[in-house]
């Protein structure tokens, strides 16, 4: 019999403060092309049939229906799936198969069998029907990894989107490259109309890019932990200077040294204006995905530190729960005022991690400095998949400190309505983001 507690938290409209999600017009025209490639998210399940012993290749072809039947490309991969799908990964995709096509086991007939309904999803106004209505989503927070941040017609409140810095953190500066994944990348001087030539330019093309795109943002966002190490460093101008003009000489001209010279500059630049116009910096910290090279010390939020002591007026949100530096990030969160700690992805990473996580923080930081849920996935199928992941797992963290005599269940309830909503929307402005976005729309029109 279901408590109180899983009710309420079964029940509760969810903040998903982390998506990577593709629009509309990508879900419809370029999604998944049969079961088999919507059930294995490959950067993440792929991750683990490669360290399962599956070769990289094979585990490519699951998400390519271009490349074979179903049988010919589930069929390398068989025995690593039986042996990975106990991780938190592998949890996901068998829930993805349960809850989304109605399978029992992941057989090459049940997915031929189940293709229809992969076919009625892909259909016009159903990404957003399984989000907002079967995952019981607020809104969602989608990184598209760029600058801009366009209304998304297919539903302008519940799509919110961030303002990508990763290029900038790696001590990049993007000319001319598109992100052909959702079409909408341009250049700094086309997106600006500034050309870089020196550092008062990139500030002030930097500040440009925050013009256009900073009020209708829900936050700024930086992943450069999959490019360099999070340890920041206050640079001086000269320095910076320096490291630009290696840069802009060319391809190879920049070593790594100015380029992480460049980098923080841009950084600390880019948690400025991100105080200016009063959003969330969020910064991946912790794991990696798909066994890419992982320098793992280089992934600790502790890294961060002197940045959070540079900026006590931002306001950090700390993504992934630092994994595995997890009880260092505890003790992040217990000390800086200016630090929000986001279990996006966590529980696919770890689930029996993130709930002992859970537990952890409550016992040692405010509770209304944790956020319950990103899915961190491209694809409305995952990301409700997710969802109910996160449920599942919160719920039995929560039962258990119930079970411990810690939280009755009414403080218990409270605290889920906390993690999976109200911290989130205290964070973010999330309706003075809609007002901007209405705005925007207007103008256009």
């Avoid at 998210?41 to 792929?46: C, I, R, S």
């Avoid at 986001?342 to 040692?364: E, G, T």
Wanted: with cysteine; proline share 4%.
């Amino acid at each position: 019999m279901a408590s109180d507690l899983s009710e309420h938290i079964q029940q509760t409209v969810m903040v998903d403060s982390h998506e990577h999600l593709r629009m509309e017009d990508v879900w419809l025209q370029d999604g998944p092309g049969d079961v088999l490639s919507d059930l294995f998210f490959v950067p993440y399940d792929g991750g683990d049939l490669v360290t399962a012993g599956a070769d990289d290749q094979d585990v490519n072809r699951l998400a390519d229906h271009t490349a074979g039947d179903i049988e010919s490309r589930f069929a390398p991969v068989a025995d690593t799936w039986e042996a990975m799908q106990l991780t938190g990964f592998g949890e996901a995709v068998r829930l993805h198969a349960k809850l989304i096509y109605d399978m029992e086991q992941i057989t090459v007939p049940a997915m031929a069998a189940a293709q229809p309904r992969l076919e009625q999803l892909r259909q016009p106004d159903q990404r957003l029907r399984l989000l907002r209505d079967e995952a019981k989503l607020d809104h969602v927070q989608v990184d598209n990894l760029c600058w801009a941040c366009e209304p998304d017609e297919s539903d302008p409140d519940f799509f919110l989107y961030d303002l990508n810095w990763r290029t900038f953190c790696n001590g990049g500066i993007e000319i001319e490259t598109p992100y052909e994944a959702v079409g909408i990348w341009r250049g700094i001087e086309t997106e600006t109309g500034i050309t870089v030539t020196d550092l008062k330019s990139l500030q002030e093309a930097m500040e440009a890019i925050f013009s256009l795109y900073g009020r209708r943002a829900i936050a700024v966002k930086s992943l450069h932990a999959y490019d360099r190490t999070l340890l920041w460093r206050e640079r001086s101008d000269h320095d910076a200077e320096r490291a630009l003009g290696a840069v802009l000489a060319g391809p190879n001209k920049a070593d790594e040294t100015d380029r992480l010279c460049l980098g923080d500059w841009c950084l600390a630049r880019g948690v400025e204006l991100a105080i200016e116009y009063d959003l969330p910096f969020k910064i991946h910290t912790g794991y990696l995905a798909r066994n890419l090279p992982m320098m793992v010390h280089h992934l600790q939020a502790g890294h961060l530190c002197e940045l959070l002591i540079r900026y006590p007026q931002a306001r950090f949100v700390l993504m992934h729960i630092a994994y595995p530096y997890n009880d260092e990030l505890v003790a992040i969160a217990k000390h800086f005022p200016n630090v929000w700690v986001d279990l996006c992805w966590a529980w696919s990473c770890n689930p029996h991690v993130s709930a002992k996580f859970v537990r952890n923080f409550l016992h040692a930081v405010p509770s209304n400095k944790l956020f319950a849920f990103g899915g961190d996935t491209i694809w409305p199928t995952r990301s409700y998949v997710y969802s109910v992941q996160a449920r599942k797992w919160l719920t039995k963290a929560l039962e258990a400190e119930v079970c411990d005599g810690n939280l009755t269940e009414q403080q218990a309830m409270d605290v889920a309505t906390r993690l999976m909503r109200r911290n989130q929307l205290d964070c973010f402005d999330v309706e003075g983001t809609r007002t901007a976005v209405r705005q925007a729309m207007r103008i256009t029109m």
